[in-house]
């Protein structure tokens, strides 16, 4: 096992569209252990996507049983090759990222989630995710497409509070 | 050397003012840091931090037309801080009510009271001039939780107000 090194924008390659896993043998199953051991030494430490480590497959892992505050969650999962089927909800959260230090912002993401996604055995499972979890696998979700947070941002301020100017009515004559 | 300024601008709001001052600053060889530039009440106000190798006098000739030409009040002074040195809010206040004087001092006086490290504020008066209404959104760092600090909070505004506080639950993905 192995800590990968993080790749950080403005690298070019967090940019890039990652590829379907097709064969689901030793090798892969090696990469998982090395991209865990990388997320797990990182600041965030619940999550991460594998075009992180440059490698530009469709994998992804998640596990936020380490979080400070306990929310609820799947343990460790691991997504291959993952569809989104169904979306619900929007919520703003505040977001990071490990390939974007010193930067954190507002993030539109949906509350709840259905996807289909191959374990590391290559079977096909379904989760339903939701709240923080659901936004946990959308932000590593979007470095399979090379999105990142800082292409979905939204206003610090004004997500609360939306101001429309109306013209006012003319004084009555 | 290289020195960080922070430059300040205030003057009636027009479209381009940002363009014009940024390309002064760009053709006279500084670098720019951080910034935020909001309009109050029909003002333009811009805080830039502005790296420069020269004599701040020369900034200042430099940006002489523009100031002149958009009547400008400029203000430049030598600053300590540097880049990179973010610190992350973990609760968002937002406070709103029939405007009156003092709902700011007696909601922030609580707020420094009980540790609260205020990073980013903004208050705005909106409903009609007739019935106004004050609305503040504040994001800041403080080791109390929600359930702590917010009855005191409460408690401290003399006359009401509508007060929410909620934890940011930042995701770093």
């Known amino acids: 096992m192995a800590v990968l090194e993080i790749l950080r924008y403005p690298d070019a390659r967090l940019k890039r569209e990652a590829v379907a896993v097709e064969h689901f043998d030793s090798a892969l199953q090696a990469f998982i252990a090395d991209l865990e051991e990388t997320m797990r030494a990182g600041p965030g430490g619940i999550g991460i996507a594998a075009p992180q480590v440059d490698c530009l497959q469709r994998i992804v892992l998640i596990d936020l049983r380490g979080l400070r505050k306990p929310v609820p969650n799947h343990g460790r999962v691991v997504l291959i090759n993952p569809e989104i089927t169904t979306w619900e909800g929007m919520a703003v959260g505040r977001e990071g990222c490990m390939s974007v230090p010193d930067y954190t912002g507002n993030v539109i993401r949906a509350e709840r989630i259905t996807l289909t996604a191959c374990d590391a055995e290559g079977v096909t499972q379904q989760y339903d995710f939701s709240g923080y979890e659901a936004r946990a696998v959308q932000h590593e979700l979007d470095h399979l497409d090379g999105l990142l947070f800082l292409d979905r941002l939204v206003s610090r301020h004004r997500d609360l509070f939306r101001r429309k100017v109306y013209q006012e009515p003319p004084p009555a004559k | ?173």
Request: with cysteine.
């Open chain 2, 1 to 173: 050397m290289k020195q960080w300024y922070m430059l300040t601008l205030v003057g009636e709001d027009r479209a381009g003012i940002v363009a014009a001052v940024t390309r002064e600053l760009f053709n006279c060889g500084s670098n720019l840091g951080e910034a935020a530039m909001v309009r109050l009440g029909g003002n333009f106000s811009v805080m830039l931090m502005v790296e420069y190798g020269g004599d701040p006098e020369l900034l200042q000739q430099a940006l002489s037309g523009v100031i002149e030409r958009f009547s400008l009040n400029l203000h430049l002074m030598q600053i300590s801080g540097e880049l990179h040195h973010h610190l992350e809010p973990n609760l968002q206040l937002t406070v709103y009510g029939a405007d009156r004087t003092g709902i700011v001092a007696e909601v922030t006086a609580a707020l420094a009271e009980n540790g609260f490290h205020i990073l980013d504020m903004r208050t705005d008066v909106a409903g009609s001039s007739s019935e106004p209404i004050y609305v503040m959104q504040i994001e800041g760092f403080c080791s109390l939780g929600v359930a702590e600090l917010l009855p005191r909070l409460k408690a401290a505004a003399a006359q009401q107000v509508e007060i929410a506080l909620r934890e940011i639950d930042l995701m770093i993905g």
